[in-house]
């Protein structure tokens, strides 16, 4: 008789498992460096786990942190979808031309290579200091993964024999882009938006910290906590945002599987018919 292989557990129970155990691990380093390694008169750097979790049942933290988190939300949406809008027609434009694409490029490196915080003094002097310059903060830090996703997916997506087809077809410049060089792009175009979708995110925390005239942000709660010391609450908003911004990338990255699976079938495989 031959001995049975044994049984694999699904993947979604060892992802949960190994999430859990990642989580003990933390809450343990946490608890030891909070109790033991910390004096206590200084121990309220770094408060320990229960603490940190009983701040989320008290309403008046949890109330406006909720709400900042809300309008923060708004910022890297809107800043998200500008980034797209531009960053897409950016990289139409220079996939159609050597000589845009050599005029304009470089641009796209300077937004990319630049500070964020030298660019802030502009920013609050052009934009004022409220929600719109949060938003032209989330721009700026979103926009470079898709201009450079999307050109690479409209430069190199398609095959050469599919442009020679089109060339036999004698096909417009329109046609081309519109029924070639863009449906070939859409992997590589997802693959720039779930990275824009993140970047949106610290770029919308990045304008509220730095522009705080108006509704209040969730960049502009953690620099209150922070100058207040209150570092279970801080904490908990440190963990709040990272949750959101986990959540914007795994929203993302299910509708490019979706997407892309819907269209394109198994990765490697041709697209659908």
Same mark, same amino acid.
Do not use: C, K, N
């Given at each position: 008789?031959?001995?049975?292989?044994?049984?694999?557990?699904?993947?979604?129970?060892?992802?949960?498992?190994?999430?859990?155990?990642?989580?003990?691990?933390?809450?343990?380093?946490?608890?030891?460096?909070?109790?033991?390694?910390?004096?206590?008169?200084?121990?309220?750097?770094?408060?320990?786990?229960?603490?940190?979790?009983?701040?989320?049942?008290?309403?008046?933290?949890?109330?406006?942190?909720?709400?900042?988190?809300?309008?923060?939300?708004?910022?890297?949406?809107?800043?998200?979808?500008?980034?797209?809008?531009?960053?897409?027609?950016?990289?139409?434009?220079?996939?159609?031309?050597?000589? /845009?694409?050599?005029?304009?490029?470089?641009? !796209? +490196?300077? @937004?990319?290579? &630049?500070?964020?915080? $030298? %660019?802030?003094?502009?920013?609050?002097?052009?934009?004022?200091?409220?929600?719109?310059?949060?938003?032209?903060?989330?721009?700026?830090?979103?926009?470079?993964?898709?201009?450079?996703?999307?050109?690479?997916?409209?430069?190199?997506?398609?095959?050469?024999?599919?442009?020679?087809?089109?060339?036999?077809?004698?096909?417009?410049?329109?046609?081309?882009?519109?029924?070639?060089?863009?449906?070939?792009?859409?992997?590589?175009?997802?693959?720039?938006?779930?990275?824009?979708?993140?970047?949106?995110?610290?770029?919308?925390?990045?304008?509220?910290?730095?522009?705080?005239?108006?509704?209040?942000?969730?960049?502009?709660?953690?620099? /209150?906590?922070?100058?207040?010391?209150?570092? !279970? +609450?801080? @904490?908990?908003? &440190?963990?709040?945002? $990272? %949750?959101?911004?986990?959540?914007?990338?795994?929203?993302?990255?299910?509708?490019?599987?979706?997407?892309?699976?819907?269209?394109?079938?198994?990765?490697?495989?041709?697209?659908?018919?």
């Amino acid at each position: 008789m031959t001995a049975r292989a044994p049984r694999r557990l699904p993947e979604w129970v060892a992802s949960v498992a190994s999430g859990v155990v990642a989580v003990v691990v933390l809450g343990g380093i946490w608890t030891y460096v909070s109790l033991v390694l910390l004096d206590p008169d200084r121990r309220f750097l770094l408060p320990p786990p229960w603490e940190v979790v009983a701040t989320l049942g008290r309403p008046s933290v949890m109330q406006p942190m909720l709400e900042a988190l809300g309008r923060t939300t708004m910022v890297s949406l809107a800043g998200l979808a500008i980034a797209v809008a531009l960053g897409a027609a950016w990289a139409i434009a220079m996939s159609q031309s050597r000589w /845009v694409e050599r005029v304009i490029y470089p641009y !796209a +490196v300077i @937004l990319q290579t &630049v500070p964020i915080l $030298a %660019l802030t003094p502009l920013i609050g002097v052009w934009f004022g200091y409220g929600i719109p310059a949060r938003v032209v903060v989330a721009v700026i830090i979103a926009i470079f993964p898709v201009i450079s996703m999307t050109f690479f997916g409209l430069t190199s997506g398609p095959s050469p024999a599919a442009h020679d087809l089109f060339t036999l077809a004698r096909a417009t410049r329109w046609q081309r882009l519109t029924r070639l060089e863009l449906p070939a792009a859409v992997p590589s175009m997802f693959t720039g938006l779930r990275s824009a979708a993140g970047l949106s995110v610290i770029g919308a925390i990045v304008g509220d910290f730095f522009f705080q005239q108006g509704a209040v942000g969730i960049g502009g709660l953690l620099r /209150v906590y922070t100058l207040r010391l209150d570092m !279970a +609450v801080l @904490l908990t908003a &440190v963990g709040l945002t $990272a %949750l959101f911004g986990v959540v914007v990338f795994t929203v993302f990255g299910v509708a490019e599987r979706l997407v892309v699976g819907h269209f394109y079938g198994a990765p490697g495989g041709g697209r659908r018919r």
